[in-house]
């Protein structure tokens, strides 16, 4: 494994000669779609989608549609609230990014357009964003975006509080659909981003070897002829064969050998011709960890056009926007470490004398010319310059019993490693110099397909002061000048919101990627070339969430809206946020004021408790005791002061009694008798658990809940009136004569208020109905910021109505009795009779 994972790559070389607007168009396919109709995202909700492009799509179109836009009020829209779709390769986007980003992001996106400028996408690691809109429609070729695997985040709400446990979860939840559709030639005769590109297939005809060179492990050569079509044979040369292998296919012979350090490979002269102002395109594969290729022409005149050569990875290189180029008419152009996958290239004359700005010479309107490349690696588990460097694969050992999918270890293959033990003692795999200060150590591991939402963890322990720096790249040979992320003791490379190092000391070194792109990456260790006095160990991980959460939370996994790929987050507490809860969102002194206000604010039960306790309604003293028991208990373990019992059951006991008292006040107000009372309460028990069962902290349920207080108050006054026969019944035959009907109405009306007058005190009602507005107001004022504010001011305003309501009963109106007072768990529940109003 060792000598494969460091070998030269295998690697393909197709000469696509593309005429745009000269070759005859071809018409896209559909070669895959995806379609997602209804994804609801609550406030401070997120998923992701992954799309996978092939590397023969030709373009993909991006349908997103949504119930909001909020294009007209995009500044000054906060970010809690700010709702985005964002687009990221290779793994899934992390949002929280810096305020100057998001400005500028945010600013650009109407006169850019969606995602902005779509070449910018193969070049930043920052994820591409838009705000929601009603209808979006994303159009990229395949010039704009690269083949592979491509997430889709949607965002409603960003910051540190996107994952702080919230109190409450209020506001509109977004409607997001989604239609993907990739597209791609009919067949292998047409090519580039609109399929209006020809292509003919010429294989390596010329190969040639190095004279260094000892060992091959393996190539893989495409050939085919100009009017055939295309024959492809792998060919594997044994490790105990040391002679030339030649096998021939037709009428070419193929020449192979087995080398250690480089494989070239020519297309003669006269094959390859260009004409003036035109551009050809080739591309290979690079399929393993390579140390270089170079490209050069020969074959040509010397006073002929110069050849450009543009190099683009993964996507098609454009006059500019590419990777690399140069004039390979005289130097090759050389590419140091590539990266795994296709590299394309383009070739396109350009005149000298144009260059130069001097007199034009006569140019031939054709041009042919050799074309050369050689791709370089080591075998046998080295690397690095003149193959020196010890190269190791790490295997992947799963965990037993994993927290979250994936979760695993890395060793060396090497016997020295155990598989038993998550770490290795690093020196005895350390490469020796004795000519350099320092030396290189490689170790490579594979990131497995669907746990791109996972995070690679890499941590030093030595016995000693540590002088080791650590380099990373995704598909590639790290070095100096080339790297992803790097670490050392004293500095790193923190730019990234996908890379974090912490707790680091002078013995120790801790960092983390997040969200490892799937594929191989190469961790390259640079120390001293005497190392024989340290002990150090090093551990390699494949993690869940970010120091489990800084202990601040709980980590959590779920699946993409394609199934195909899990991710983890954390689910912080309620004083804490960010993607690793390391973002403080409560102070200590912050958290104590909170939980005072939620806990103690309870005490207001007091008031309309003492008014039932007083009348000797014990059912009422009962219901009012118990609900601000149950709040108070209930804040307590929402703010993480202590949980006498599970936190949902505390919620449901909380919002189930508290919509009790709401109705039970207003059952209260109409004095009826004990078993109608009961048959209410019976009633409203199912209806406000069920309320606070499926949804106890929707912001419509305190409209339902005062909508059934008011029914049960309206029920209640009608079943009293009819017993008292006070319900006056229209005659049968209606008298149209209405000047003399006025006077009964008038009348009713007059008695109505007199009775009115009699059963209410109207200062404690108007009160009742002051403090009532202010719960409401409260209520809608909540928020996850000033929630612990507002929800005080509403256990104190709710309990207060509650108390000036049933102060402003008159009880003795109607000459009740102790005897009427009723009790819930009355086994007699037959219907007692009332005495007659005198």
């Not at 990875?313 to 990777?323: G, I, S, T, V």
């Not at 140069?326 to 130097?331: K, L």
């Amino acid at each position: 494994m060792r000598a494969s994972m460091a070998a030269a790559a295998a690697l393909v070389l197709v000469l696509a000669a593309g005429l745009p607007g000269c070759a005859a168009q071809g018409e896209e396919v559909v070669v895959a779609s995806y379609g997602q109709g209804r994804l609801w995202l609550k406030p401070y909700d997120w998923t992701y989608l992954r799309v996978e492009l092939p590397t023969s799509f030709s373009s993909v179109t991006m349908d997103f549609a949504t119930d909001m836009d909020i294009r007209e009020h995009l500044k000054g829209i906060p970010r809690s609230e700010l709702a985005i779709i964002c687009l990221m390769n290779s793994n899934p986007p992390i949002p929280d990014i810096s305020d100057s980003y998001l400005e500028s992001l945010l600013s650009n996106f109407l006169p850019a357009g969606p995602f902005g400028n779509g070449n910018i996408i193969n070049q930043s690691n920052l994820a591409q964003c838009i705000p929601f809109q009603k209808n979006t429609t994303v159009v990229l070729t395949n010039d704009q975006i690269s083949p592979g695997v491509w997430y889709i985040g949607y965002f409603h709400g960003l910051g540190a509080a996107r994952t702080q446990s919230k109190m409450i979860s209020r506001g509109k939840s977004l409607l997001v659909s989604t239609h993907i559709t990739v597209r791609g030639c009919p067949t292998s005769a047409f090519w580039g981003p609109y399929c209006n590109q020809t292509v003919e297939m010429i294989g390596c005809s010329q190969p040639s070897i190095d004279n260094n060179s000892r060992n091959l492990l393996d190539l893989n050569i495409e050939r085919s002829s100009w009017h055939t079509r295309e024959h492809n044979r792998r060919i594997n040369i044994p490790s105990q064969l040391n002679h030339l292998v030649e096998k021939e296919v037709g009428s070419n012979v193929t020449t192979l050998v087995r080398m250690e350090n480089s494989i070239t490979c020519s297309i003669s002269n006269g094959s390859l011709c260009i004409r003036q102002g035109d551009m050809k395109f080739y591309f290979l594969d690079v399929v393993n960890l390579a140390l270089q290729f170079e490209i050069t022409a020969a074959n040509f005149g010397i006073l002929g056009p110069s050849l450009i050569c543009y190099l683009r990875h993964n996507a098609f290189p454009q006059r500019d926007l590419h990777d690399y180029s140069g004039d390979i008419s005289h130097d090759p152009l050389v590419v140091k470490s590539p990266n795994i996958g296709r590299w394309y290239i383009a070739i396109e004359t350009v005149n000298k004398t144009q260059m130069n700005n001097t007199a034009s010479t006569p140019v031939l309107d054709t041009m042919c010319f050799s074309l050369k490349w050689q791709l370089t690696g080591c075998l046998n588990g080295k690397t690095g310059t003149n193959c020196s460097w010890e190269a190791y694969g790490l295997q992947r050992v799963p965990r037993r019993n994993p927290s979250i999918p994936f979760e695993s270890y890395y060793v060396p293959t090497d016997e020295r490693a155990s598989l038993e033990d998550s770490h290795f003692y690093l020196e005895q795999f350390l490469s020796n110099s004795s000519h350099e200060q320092f030396a290189w150590t490689y170790f490579f591991l594979d990131v497995p397909q669907g746990s791109a939402g996972a995070l690679i963890h890499v941590q030093l322990k030595s016995d000693k002061e540590l002088n080791y720096e650590l380099y990373s790249k995704y598909g590639g040979l790290p070095s100096n000048d080339n790297w992803d992320y790097y670490a050392s003791r004293t500095s790193s490379s923190n730019g990234s919101v996908f890379f974090s190092l912490q707790n680091s000391t002078n013995s120790d070194m801790d960092l983390s990627i997040f969200y490892a792109k799937e594929g191989t990456w190469c961790f390259g260790v640079k120390h001293p070339s005497d190392t024989t006095n340290s002990h150090t160990y090093m551990s390699v991980s494949l993690q869940g969430c970010h120091r489990n959460c800084n202990q601040k939370g709980v980590c959590h996994s779920s699946v993409d809206e394609s199934g195909l790929s899990f991710y983890s987050f954390c689910t912080c507490d309620r004083d804490h946020g960010g993607f690793d809860c390391s973002d403080e969102l409560v102070s200590p002194n912050g958290h104590i004021w909170q939980s005072v206000f939620l806990i103690a604010s309870n005490a207001a039960a007091i008031l309309p408790a003492f008014w039932a306790l007083r009348q000797k309604a014990f059912a009422e003293w009962i219901l009012y005791t118990s609900s601000g028991i149950s709040s108070a208990l209930y804040h307590s373990c929402d703010v993480g002061t202590w949980c006498i019992l599970s936190f949902r059951v505390l919620q449901f006991l909380d919002f189930w009694l508290s919509f009790m008292a709401v109705v039970g006040t207003f059952i209260c107000m109409a004095t009826i008798d004990e078993a109608s009372k009961r048959a209410m309460h019976t009633a409203v028990f199912i209806l406000t658990a069920l309320l606070a069962a499926t949804g106890a902290t929707r912001s419509a349920n305190i409209g339902i809940v005062i909508a059934i207080g008011s029914l049960g108050l309206l029920m209640g006054w009608l079943l009293e009136f009819s017993t008292a026969r006070r319900f006056i019944c229209l005659p049968w035959q209606i008298n149209l004569n209405m000047p003399q009907s006025w006077p009964s109405f008038g009348t009713l009306l007059r008695n109505t208020l007199e009775v009115l007058n009699k059963r209410f005190r109207w200062i404690f009602l108007l009160l009742g109905f002051i403090t009532l507005s202010f719960a409401g107001t409260s209520w809608k004022l909540e928020s996850n910021g000033n929630y612990w504010i507002w929800h005080s001011m509403w256990h104190i305003t709710i309990y207060t109505s509650s108390f000036f309501f049933l102060c402003s009963m008159r009880v003795n109106t109607r000459n009740r009795s102790p005897e009427s007072n009723y009790e819930l768990t009355r086994q007699d529940s037959l219907p007692r009779s009332e005495p007659r109003e005198t």
